[in-house]
């Protein structure tokens, strides 16, 4: 990456310049990484799939997921995949759980920058590169264990080298393009199910309507595509319906239909819910993003061609709008739109979308420093005292951020018109990623209030290693990862019912069985919400208190 990017930047930087770029891109690698290790993994989401795949290597099954011992269809298993193959390589910790999510995330940059460099001119694809990383948004999304980002890689993957198949001079180049795009819809599919393939063809089919440009789906190469398509997505689900006989049904009516158009996951919003979001991911950019939709909503397709504008225009409208009437609605769901506004971003900022590029960057990141330092100060005065300490770390953060916001901007626009537009735009954008990252090492701060690692290290430590762990009326996600080892669930369902419900796997225990296992325990640990140990407590059940947190409580067979 290193050497292609030094090179294409060489004629306008020179050696000196190819040195900066060089440790420019030292300091976004070790930042992009560093984040990884530097706080436990958070309930839900990351305990899940660090869970997941730690189980998956360590019974030898990679084609049934599981998770706590339960059978866990919900999504594909490529992250899965992934992040076991990190484990067995490097060991199962907090940095390889989160190893694949930053590898997407730093992929996805990289195919930014080499698409937008062909579609759009070498500097769009920089500066669309550099808007991506600069975004709040994608810098904290890159560094939690969710699926989002890597099937948002996939699903970008299948847009751009689309759009590319469409300036391909050669029917063999265009052949090319198209059959890696439909080997990244796959492997979306692979990586959270079928919008790895309704995004990118209701994007294609809204382009074809809007412009009554049918020959838009003309040339996708069905039969060869259709085949790469089968033969990267086709075996893992042939194999999983084969072990599990109601996986099919499970898999695509409950987890796509259900999930879209109703709210059997508890995951509501209003319609408006995502706009906030959009405006985070945007961030310090936001005046070059929406100047890079005014220019593609201007732009024309030009003798039948595909505009790549209009495209990424539509593509970011389709993922919007699709999100956003779903009746499942959570805040990762928005990242397949982010490299696209970055793009259309660096279109602007590179292609006369602006008229003041550097001007209209330097004020953006010093606006929105100042609303994070006052949306922070605001913060602090009303909540900070209810996290005590680590509140106090998080806004320390939180400020330096927003400061070195301010600062970049300010020095932006002083220099705006005493140097050339493309190195404020450069040096901004990079101080924007800079402040990102330092965010995130605020929220190391934080993580620890949504995690049980702590009540997994005083198991560990308290002992014995066989002692049972019970998790009464609830499921913490991160408990099994930290403990290496499967709890026993009590009177609780969650996410694990379907497994429950068909009886094929590990039982959940209710509380009258529970009563009678800790009574006859020689040694046992249970983790419950606080009200629950209370009416335990006043039953008479003996439990000796470990360790309290807010919402809930460790306790211990009592020895003796």
């Known amino acids: 990456m290193s050497t292609v990017l030094t090179r294409s930047l060489a004629p306008r930087v020179g050696t000196s310049g190819s040195r900066y770029l060089l440790i420019g891109l030292a300091i976004i690698l070790a930042l992009w990484f560093v984040k990884l290790?530097?706080?436990?993994?958070?309930?839900?989401?990351?305990?899940?799939?660090?869970?997941?795949?730690?189980?998956?290597?360590?019974?030898?099954?990679?084609?049934?997921?599981?998770?706590?011992?339960?059978?866990?269809?919900?999504?594909?298993?490529?992250?899965?995949?992934?992040?076991?193959?990190?484990?067995?390589?490097?060991?199962?910790?907090?940095?390889?759980?989160?190893?694949?999510?930053?590898?997407t995330g730093l992929g996805m940059v990289v195919v930014a920058w080499l698409a937008g460099r062909r579609l759009f001119g070498r500097d769009a694809g920089t500066f669309g590169a550099l808007a991506l990383l600069a975004s709040p948004y994608f810098v904290v999304m890159s560094g939690i264990n969710t699926l989002d980002v890597g099937v948002s890689?996939?699903?970008?993957?299948?847009?751009?080298?689309?759009?590319?198949?469409?300036q391909a001079g050669t029917r063999r180049a265009e052949a090319g393009w198209m059959l890696a795009a439909w080997a990244a819809m796959a492997l979306a599919v692979l990586s959270k199910g079928l919008i790895g393939v309704v995004l990118p063809f209701a994007a294609l089919v809204g382009y074809a309507l809007w412009h009554r440009q049918p020959e838009?789906?003309?040339?996708?190469?069905?039969?060869?595509?259709?085949?790469?398509?089968?033969?990267?997505?086709?075996?893992?689900?042939?194999l999983a319906a084969h072990a599990n006989p109601e996986f099919l049904q499970y898999f695509f009516l409950h987890e796509h239909f259900q999930r879209f158009t109703s709210t059997v996951?508890?995951?509501?919003?209003?319609?408006?819910?995502?706009?906030?979001?959009?405006?985070?991911?945007?961030?310090?950019?936001?005046?070059?993003?929406?100047?890079?939709?005014?220019?593609?909503?201007?732009?024309?397709?030009?003798n039948g061609a595909v505009s790549p504008r209009r495209f990424l225009l539509v593509w970011c409208a389709v993922v919007f709008v699709f999100f956003s009437v779903s009746q499942s609605k959570l805040p990762a769901y928005l990242v397949?739109?982010?490299?696209?506004?970055?793009?259309?971003?660096?279109?602007?900022?590179?292609?006369?979308?602006?008229?003041?590029?550097?001007?209209?960057?330097?004020?953006?990141?010093?606006?929105?420093?100042?609303?994070?330092?006052?949306?922070?100060?605001?913060?602090?005065?009303?909540?900070?005292?209810?996290?005590?300490?680590?509140?106090?770390v998080f806004a320390d953060w939180a400020e330096s951020?927003?400061?070195?916001?301010?600062?970049?901007?300010?020095?932006?626009?002083?220099?705006?018109?005493?140097?050339?537009?493309?190195?404020?735009?450069?040096?901004?954008?990079?101080?924007?990623?800079?402040?990102?990252?330092?965010?995130?090492?605020?929220?190391?701060?934080?993580?620890?209030?949504?995690?049980?690692v702590a009540f997994a290290k005083q198991i560990n430590r308290a002992g014995p290693a066989e002692a049972p762990v019970y998790a009464v009326r609830m499921y913490e996600q991160t408990l099994p990862f930290y403990l290496n080892r499967l709890v026993t669930v009590v009177d609780f369902a969650g996410e694990l019912e379907p497994s429950i419900r068909d009886g094929s796997q590990n039982r959940v225990l209710s509380?009258?069985?529970?009563?009678?296992?800790?009574?006859?325990?020689?040694?046992?640990?249970?983790?419950?919400?606080?009200?629950?140990?209370?009416?335990?407590?006043?039953?008479?059940?003996?439990?000796?208190?470990?360790?309290?947190?807010?919402?809930?409580?460790?306790?211990?067979?009592?020895?003796?």
Not at 280 to 296: F, S
């Open 401 to 452: 951020c927003a400061v070195l916001l301010v600062v970049a901007g300010g020095i932006g626009l002083y220099w705006v018109d005493r140097t050339d537009s493309r190195r404020i735009v450069v040096g901004v954008l990079g101080a924007c990623y800079v402040a990102m990252s330092l965010a995130m090492f605020g929220y190391g701060a934080l993580a620890p209030l949504r995690s049980g």
């Open 511 to 560: 509380l009258e069985e529970f009563r009678a296992r800790w009574l006859a325990d020689a040694y046992a640990y249970a983790v419950m919400p606080v009200d629950t140990f209370e009416v335990l407590r006043g039953e008479g059940l003996p439990m000796d208190v470990v360790a309290e947190e807010p919402k809930r409580v460790l306790v211990r067979k009592p020895s003796g």
């Open 37 to 103: 290790a530097n706080r436990p993994l958070a309930h839900p989401d990351e305990g899940r799939y660090a869970e997941i795949a730690r189980e998956m290597l360590a019974t030898g099954d990679w084609v049934t997921p599981r998770l706590n011992g339960f059978v866990y269809l919900q999504k594909p298993p490529l992250q899965y995949w992934a992040t076991a193959v990190a484990y067995k390589v490097f060991g199962p910790a907090e940095w390889t759980a989160r190893f694949w999510t930053a590898l």
């Open 153 to 166: 890689l996939f699903l970008n993957g299948a847009v751009l080298t689309y759009l590319l198949s469409r």
């Open 336 to 392: 397949p739109i982010v490299p696209a506004l970055a793009l259309l971003a660096g279109d602007a900022l590179a292609n006369g979308g602006l008229r003041r590029p550097g001007f209209a960057l330097a004020a953006g990141a010093m606006v929105f420093g100042v609303l994070l330092f006052t949306i922070n100060e605001f913060g602090e005065a009303q909540y900070v005292h209810l996290l005590e300490g680590t509140g106090e």
């Open 216 to 238: 838009a789906l003309a040339r996708l190469y069905w039969v060869p595509g259709i085949a790469v398509f089968l033969a990267i997505a086709a075996p893992w689900f042939t």
């Open 265 to 302: 996951h508890n995951r509501a919003g209003p319609i408006w819910y995502f706009v906030p979001i959009l405006l985070l991911a945007v961030g310090p950019w936001a005046v070059a993003a929406a100047a890079g939709l005014r220019q593609a909503w201007r732009s024309r397709p030009a």
